[in-house]
């Protein structure tokens, strides 16, 4: 699984994975307007107990895709339970300067949460040879090895961003994987837009028991990081190469362009901040236009499209992915919206706390104004993006940037001093 982004001008793809990430320069000079980083306090994500399936039955599966597991996996995937069917999990890498590394997964939490978990590996496009032994026995000792960890394994992933050009040699390698995988394993592929059309497709298709067609990449940064319509020619297309089943990732989280001084492209910013200079462009996926697509789908699915796989798993903090409250509704049809909840703790010396909460499910624009209506409240600071403005004699939090919050996140905007507040003293202005 990667951060694609196609450009029209030199059709050149930047590749972000959880640790590895592409320097290439892009022709074209983005003109979009970046989203402000919201500053956050991160929060445990609200478990989504009623979360329900397509109307059409299409199944939701998600990719985990951290190299080093810590305890807010475990939390995440005990929160997402009642939303995704099957797990798709970064297991093993190999890119160039780097070799294999293999993700350290907690296996037990994968035994003891239940759902059918299929490990991915993730062979870097940019690697001139591969062995394909190696990748077979690798591919086969997971299978093994997690099977016999007591975790519902029901096959494995191979993600490989080759050329087209590569695709004959993607065919030999994966008839290579197939016979030597564990008894009832079956062989699931990712597919990258550009390779519709190819004449040798329809060879890595034959090999595989499933395709994963990743739709998320655009032509123009400016377009942001999905585009439905052109998502949706892409799976049509797709679809009429593919005859066994298939499935559609989808893009549930954020990205940033990382920029020089001139405006030309060195990096892609996701899970893991680059250390590279520059000016920060974020793209990220509108819950409003992958819904659509999704409910698209649903009214006219193209034939042997079996579910979706969603890109990816949000941990607690994690400011560039959905939150599940945005999942369930994307998922089930639900409305999506923002609700600012306004909340006070207590700072010491008759000083209070103040901070917003957006308990809706779609993320957006923190409030403009949160008027203070309590009593005797005198002194007040605000925090950086927020300012102080007396409305009277009380104290407003005048919002001065343009920055968002995801939903079910807090963020603290400031204090006040009061001889006595309560949190529906604070009145919240959209």
Not at 14 to 42: G, K, Q
Request: with cysteine; aromatic share 6%; proline share 8%.
């Amino acid at each position: 699984m990667t951060f694609r982004i196609v450009f029209a001008s030199c059709l050149s793809v930047l590749l972000l994975s959880a640790c590895d990430h592409s320097s290439e320069s892009a022709d074209t000079t983005p003109t979009a307007t970046p989203r402000s980083a919201p500053v956050i306090a991160p929060v445990a994500n609200a478990p989504a107990t009623n979360a329900t399936p397509t109307s059409s039955g299409l199944a939701s599966s998600v990719y985990v895709w951290q190299r080093a597991w810590m305890p807010a996996n475990v939390s995440a995937l005990n929160d997402s339970r009642a939303v995704f069917a099957e797990l798709r999990v970064l297991a093993a890498q190999e890119q160039p300067g780097e070799g294999w590394v293999d993700a350290r997964v907690d296996l037990d939490a994968l035994k003891a949460d239940g759902r059918a978990v299929r490990p991915v590996i993730r062979v870097d496009g940019r690697l001139p040879t591969l062995d394909a032994n190696a990748i077979a026995k690798r591919a086969h000792d997971l299978v093994a090895n997690w099977r016999t960890a007591g975790v519902r394994v029901d096959g494995v992933e191979i993600d490989f961003d080759c050329a087209t050009a590569r695709l004959a040699d993607y065919a030999k390698l994966l008839a290579t994987i197939k016979p030597q995988l564990p008894n009832g394993a079956t062989l699931s592929v990712t597919a990258l837009p550009a390779w519709i059309g190819a004449p040798d497709l329809a060879g890595v298709l034959a090999q595989a028991d499933e395709a994963v067609l990743q739709v998320h990449a655009v032509s123009d940064p400016k377009h942001g990081l999905f585009d439905p319509k052109q998502a949706r020619q892409w799976i049509d297309e797709f679809a009429k190469q593919a005859t066994k089943p298939f499935r559609v990732a989808l893009p549930a989280y954020g990205s940033a362009l990382v920029l020089d001084a001139d405006g030309h492209t060195i990096g892609v910013e996701s899970e893991a901040a680059l250390a590279s200079p520059g000016t920060r462009l974020e793209l990220f996926s509108d819950p409003h236009a992958v819904a659509g697509l999704l409910r698209d789908l649903e009214k006219t699915p193209p034939p042997n499209l079996r579910g979706i796989v969603w890109f990816r798993l949000p941990l607690p903090g994690d400011r560039r992915a959905w939150p599940l409250a945005t999942f369930v509704a994307v998922i089930s049809g639900k409305d999506l919206h923002s609700a600012w909840t306004p909340d006070i703790s207590d700072g010491g010396n008759g000083a209070f706390d103040v901070s917003v909460r957006n308990s809706g499910n779609l993320e957006a624009v923190l409030p403009a104004s949160v008027d203070v209506g309590g009593t005797g409240c005198g002194d007040a600071d605000a925090l950086p993006g927020y300012r102080i403005e007396h409305a009277g004699t009380a104290p407003r939090f005048v919002r001065e940037t343009n920055a968002t919050l995801p939903a079910t996140q807090s963020r603290p905007i400031g204090w006040v001093r009061c001889t006595h507040l309560m949190p529906e003293d604070l009145h919240v202005h959209p």
